[in-house]
């Protein structure tokens, strides 16, 4: 069953050094919150899985808690670049980046495949790329039934996922609604999960087209309102742009990018002191 707690026992708990995280959401209900706790408790040498690496996993590598990278595309999304990520992979600054790099939907795939307990999936995808001449978890295999030849790749069953959402009910069972991507597929196919949530309530509201994560697939659920800044949470919050133009100078200076990480990540105790210090209001709902 899950423990609904704060975000700082469920990272104390569920993430280790070590450890392979897969930090989900597609533009929308991205876990930041949970991202910055990560920065704080000092987590070392994680294997950071996303299908769009953004803003989060920049703050988390130049923070020098990342070893290891894969996706399918990185960048400060309509910006541009994500520097620390490349200065991590360029110059090993704060230490070195190994990366492995897939397709939207290769990554798709390798999810889909982890939460059905498969060992790998397959797909028609990778044709024309070099791709599989650099990244060794991109095979052709036969179709034992046409002989035709497809692609496949490894199941992702990463240790930990990390997710936002807007709801809970006070028995842990998660709603989602909006844009939403492989959230579903990433805590099914991890050992372990986290859900920060806008809100917990007694009774969760049918909504069109909402995925709900039952109680009894997640380890824990934390109360964290604007989880997901800069990114949005439907009928919660709205997309900060703002800040997504205002990373990308900040990100482009070591010193600065330092600085910033001490002050706002570092130098606050909890998500709730982060948007006091960036400014930014907290709703409550619980």
């Known amino acids: 069953m899950t423990t609904i707690c704060s975000l700082r026992e469920a990272v104390a708990e569920l993430i280790h050094d070590g450890d392979s ?3 989900e959401g597609f533009t929308h209900l991205i876990p930041h919150a949970a991202g910055h706790e990560i920065i704080r408790q000092g987590r070392r040498n994680l294997h950071l899985v996303r299908m769009t690496p953004d803003v989060i996993y920049d703050q988390l590598i130049g923070a020098g808690c990342a070893s290891r990278l894969t996706f399918s595309w990185g960048g400060n999304p309509g910006v541009g670049s994500l520097y620390r990520l490349r200065d991590a992979v360029e110059n090993a600054w704060p230490h070195a980046l190994e990366i492995e790099e897939h397709s939207h939907a290769g990554m798709a795939t390798r999810y889909a495949a982890g939460a ?44 930990v996922a990390v997710v936002h959402a807007q709801r809970a009910d006070r028995e842990g069972t998660v709603q989602m609604w909006g844009l939403t991507g492989v959230q579903k597929e990433a805590v099914l196919s991890a050992q372990r999960s986290i859900v920060t949530v806008e809100e917990i309530v007694d009774e969760l509201t049918p909504m069109a087209n909402s995925v709900v994560l039952p109680s009894w697939v997640l380890t824990a659920v934390c109360h964290v309102p604007q989880g997901a800044h800069p990114s949005f949470a439907m009928g919660y919050s709205t997309r900060d742009n703002a800040f997504y133009k205002a990373w990308d100078p900040i990100a482009k200076d070591r010193e600065v990018f330092t600085a910033w990480i001490d002050r706002h990540v570092r130098g606050t105790a909890d998500h709730e002191e982060f948007c006091q210090s960036i400014g930014l209001g907290v709703h409550a709902g619980v």
């Open 21 to 23: 995280i897969a930090m």
């Open 116 to 159: 059905a307990n498969l060992p790998f999936g397959i797909l028609r995808g990778y044709v024309g790329t070099g791709l599989p001449e650099h990244t060794s978890g991109i095979k052709q295999i036969s179709c034992p039934f046409t002989g035709e030849s497809i692609t496949a790749v490894p199941a992702l069953r990463p240790d």
